[in-house]
C-alpha cells in the first residue's frame, strides 16, 4: 500500500498552500487531484496574442497579503485593474448615464445592508433571501441594478442566499465598499502571469507529490491514521487535509461516517452559477472613446463587463454571466453563444468586438470538479452550516476557502485555510511522538 505522512486531497490553491508549507517543515506529503490540471477555481489559458487569460479567480485585493507575497515569492507583478474611462449603465439597450434616482435608491438599500451586516446575527435574516429584501426596494430599474451588482458579486440566483449569508459574506471581506470596490477594494490589482500561473509555479516547486487524474472516492478514519483510496489504489496517511469545496466533498465516502456538524457543511451549501468568458483584441479599444469596459446592462443577456487587460499589452474584455442568465446561454449552441456575448458587447462599444484575436470561455457550474463558482454559499435557513467548517474530524482536516473566517470565498481565504490547516497538522504530528514511522521510514517533526 502506498505511504505519506500526510495526504492533502485537491490541488487548488489551499491544497498547493497547505502541502507546500508542510514540506517546509519537512513532512512527507502527497496531493491527490481529480482534475488533470491544478489551481481549483483559478485557471490560466493563453491567448491569441500570447497573454494570460484567467479564466477562473483573477483579482487580487489590496488586504490580499497571503497571495501578494507568494506573488511576489514566485517572482509575479501585481498590476492595477484598469480602470480609466468612463463605465457604462444600460436599461434597455439605452445608456442612462449616472441615473442619479436609480442610484441614489441603490446606494442607500446597500448603505441598509451594510448596516445590516453589523449587527448581531439574527435569525429572521437567514429566512429572508437577497431577492426577497430587493423586491421591497422601491423603483423597477433600482431593484434591477442591485439584482446585477449582488448576483455578480454572489455568482448565484439571489432567492438561493440569504440576507444573512450575504452579510456574513460582507463581515468576511471587510465590508460592502470593499467587497465591491478596485482601488483600496478586493478587486485592486491583476497578476502577470495569471492566477493560475502561480498555480502552476507551486505545484511545480512540489513536483512529483503532485498527483492529477487521481480521485479520492472514500477515506476510512483508523486508529493510527486514516486509508485514502483512489481508483488507482489506497494510501495510508496519519493525517489528512481535505480542500474540495464543501458539496464536492460530499462524494467521498467515509467510514466511521461524518459528524452532524460536517454533514451540514457539505448538504446544506451549494456552489454558484457562474460562467466566465473573454475576448481578446489587438489593443484595449474602448478606451479611444473614452470608455473603461465597465458595464452593468440591466435587462442584457450578458449584466457585467470589465477591463481586465495586461497593462502593457492587447484589450481583454472580460464578462461574467450568474445564475439564471448563465443557465440560459447554457442552452445555446457554443457559436451562438460566442455570438450572443459579443453582439451584447458591440451594442455597447461597437461592432469591433465581433473580430477578436482569440475567444475564451468556461461554464464553472459544468466543471464537475469544482461544481461551480465562487464558493459554496448556505442555503436559506442553513446559514451555520459552515460555522464548524474548518473543526477536524478526528485525523481528517478541512482547509478551503469556505472555512477561512476572512476572505471567505477569494483565493486570499484559501491560501490562508491551507496554512493554518498546515499549522494544525503540524502540530498535531508533534503531539503524536509514538507515530514516528510511516512504513519503517522517520517521519519528519520539524517546525
Not at 68 to 80: I, K, N
Not at 147 to 154: N, Q, R, Y
Request: glycine share 12%; aromatic share 4%.
Amino acid at each position: 500500500m502506498e505511504e505519506a505522512t500526510v495526504v492533502i486531497v485537491g490541488a487548488g490553491f489551499a491544497g498547493l498552500t497547505a502541502a507546500r508549507a508542510l514540506r517546509s517543515r519537512g513532512v512527507d506529503v502527497l496531493v491527490l487531484e481529480s482534475a488533470d490540471r491544478v489551481g481549483g477555481r483559478a485557471f490560466t489559458v493563453r491567448s491569441g496574442a500570447g497573454t494570460p487569460v484567467d479564466l477562473g479567480g483573477q483579482w487580487i485585493g489590496h488586504d490580499h497579503t497571503r497571495v501578494t507575497a507568494l506573488a511576489t515569492e514566485f517572482g509575479m507583478r501585481l498590476f492595477p485593474t484598469p480602470a480609466q474611462g468612463t463605465p457604462l449603465l444600460v436599461d434597455g439597450g439605452r445608456k442612462v448615464g449616472s441615473a442619479p434616482l436609480t442610484t441614489l435608491s441603490a446606494g442607500l438599500a446597500l448603505l441598509r445592508l451594510e448596516m445590516l451586516s453589523r449587527l448581531p446575527f439574527r435569525a429572521k435574516t437567514d429566512r429572508v433571501t437577497v431577492a426577497d429584501w430587493i423586491a421591497r426596494i422601491p423603483g423597477r430599474r433600482a431593484r434591477r441594478l442591485l439584482d446585477v451588482i449582488l448576483s455578480e458579486a454572489l455568482a448565484c440566483d439571489l432567492d438561493r442566499v440569504s440576507v444573512g449569508a450575504l452579510g456574513t459574506g460582507l463581515r468576511s471581506a471587510g465590508g460592502l465598499r470593499v467587497m465591491l470596490g478596485t482601488a483600496g477594494g478586493a478587486q485592486e490589482s491583476l497578476l502577470s502571469g495569471g492566477v493560475g500561473g502561480l498555480a502552476d509555479a507551486l505545484a511545480a516547486e512540489l513536483g512529483p507529490v503532485v498527483h492529477l487524474s487521481r480521485p479520492v472516492t472514500a477515506m476510512t478514519r483508523t486508529a493510527d491514521g486514516v486509508r485514502v483510496d483512489t481508483p488507482s489504489g489506497p494510501v495510508r496517511a496519519l493525517r489528512a487535509i481535505v480542500t474540495a469545496p464543501p458539496p464536492i466533498a460530499a462524494a467521498i465516502g467515509h467510514e466511521p461516517p461524518l459528524p452532524a456538524q460536517r454533514l451540514l457543511a457539505q448538504t446544506s451549501t451549494s456552489m454558484g452559477t457562474i460562467y466566465k468568458a473573454i475576448a481578446v483584441y489587438d489593443t484595449p479599444f474602448w478606451r479611444e472613446d473614452g470608455y473603461s469596459g465597465e458595464v452593468l446592462d440591466l435587462s442584457g443577456p450578458v449584466p457585467a463587463a470589465f477591463d481586465a487587460s495586461p497593462d502593457d499589452g492587447p484589450g481583454h474584455l472580460c464578462v461574467l454571466v450568474p445564475g439564471r442568465s448563465a443557465r440560459a446561454l447554457d442552452r445555446l449552441s457554443a457559436d451562438d453563444r460566442r455570438n450572443t456575448v459579443l453582439g451584447s458587447l458591440a451594442h455597447h462599444f461597437g461592432r469591433r468586438t465581433m473580430n477578436p484575436l482569440s475567444w475564451h470561455e468556461k461554464s464553472w457550474h459544468h466543471d464537475p470538479h469544482v461544481g461551480g463558482g465562487y464558493s459554496a454559499i448556505p442555503m436559506p435557513g442553513a446559514l451555520h452550516a459552515l460555522t464548524h467548517a474548518a473543526r477536524p474530524t478526528g485525523p481528517i482536516h478541512w482547509a478551503g476557502t469556505e472555512t477561512a473566517p476572512r476572505w471567505t470565498g477569494y483565493l486570499e481565504g484559501a491560501v490562508r485555510s491551507g496554512e493554518r490547516a498546515a499549522g494544525e497538522v503540524a502540530a498535531a504530528l508533534r503531539a503524536e511522538p509514538e507515530q514516528t514511522e510511516v512504513a519503517g521510514r522517520p517521519r519528519p517533526l520539524r517546525g
